[in-house]
């Protein structure tokens, strides 16, 4: 039953009047009642994700749930926007985030929310880092193996922030977009990609043979490349990957290789998008 502190989290906050209807009109889905969580980012104008995060319900305000990594850039913007809206932005760098997953005894005395992304994933606790720091727990990359697992991405290791669109990171299959929201940032070209199926590129997993290759690594087939690898356990690993050039290996009989190890695509069983290669057999 493992509990894991998420070093790499990080909880920001935004509060106030205006906190709803100023986040509404920037995220990709609608902002939670009290108590419950969402899945979300904010975009580039171009529809480019600047950050992901789990919106947190509270009184009163919104917890944020974020990578540490995209903190600054996401402030950044957030103050950029905030104009005459009357909120209150900050982090709070005094609280934790802890992740329980395989029927972990939930934490006492702490905010708990279940992932948005998918039930699997657990369940989310913000607490005082102080108390954080007494709690037994496993590793931080055992919480990474279980995501890696269940096939789900982790912003900064299997997509580069700034550069990859919400339905390239499986946010559309992840509950991480309202598409009959109204407008926020980036909205029309999401919209665009989902009406017109163009989403070609996609996060997926794959088998592999013993240890994966590292982050980063060129996916190839037939000498051409077709994308790259991000998080990876023993025997298995997530490719972000052009699933064209899935189907063409398929069709020229090409394996799909990464620094000389043969990959092969996997089914997601949360998601609505075919994968060349992982079609059941009547």
Not at 273 to 280: D, K, L, M, Q, V
């Amino acid at each position: 039953m493992p509990i894991a502190i998420l070093e790499a989290r990080v909880v920001a906050r935004v509060a106030g009047p205006d906190a709803t209807h100023f986040l509404d009109n920037l995220l990709t889905s609608n902002v939670p009642a009290p108590g419950g969580a969402r899945y979300s980012a904010l975009l580039t104008p171009q529809g480019k994700i600047v950050a992901d995060m789990i919106v947190v319900g509270t009184e009163g305000g919104f917890r944020l749930d974020v990578p540490r990594t995209t903190l600054d850039e996401l402030m950044k913007r957030l103050r950029l926007y905030r104009l005459r809206a009357k909120i209150e932005l900050g982090v709070l760098e005094d609280l934790a985030i802890a992740v329980a997953w395989d029927g972990a005894e939930p934490l006492v005395d702490t905010f708990a929310y279940d992932d948005p992304r998918l039930p699997e994933l657990g369940r989310r606790f913000i607490l005082p880092a102080a108390e954080a720091a007494q709690i037994v727990m496993v590793p931080e990359a055992e919480w990474h193996a279980h995501r890696t697992r269940l096939g789900v991405p982790e912003g900064g290791l299997d997509f580069l922030y700034g550069d990859a669109f919400p339905h390239e990171a499986d946010m559309d299959q992840l509950h991480g977009i309202d598409f009959g929201k109204g407008c926020y940032v980036g909205q029309e070209i999401v919209s665009r990609m989902q009406h017109r199926g163009t989403a070609r590129t996609r996060i997926i997993p794959f088998a592999v043979c013993g240890p994966p290759p590292s982050p980063g690594t060129e996916i190839t087939s037939g000498g051409k490349t077709m994308g790259r690898v991000g998080s990876g356990i023993n025997g298995r690993l997530l490719g972000l990957v052009r699933l064209d050039r899935i189907a063409d290996a398929r069709t020229g009989g090409h394996a799909i290789e990464a620094d000389g190890a043969t990959l092969v695509p996997e089914k997601l069983n949360w998601a609505d998008f075919a994968i060349p290669g992982t079609e059941s057999v009547a």
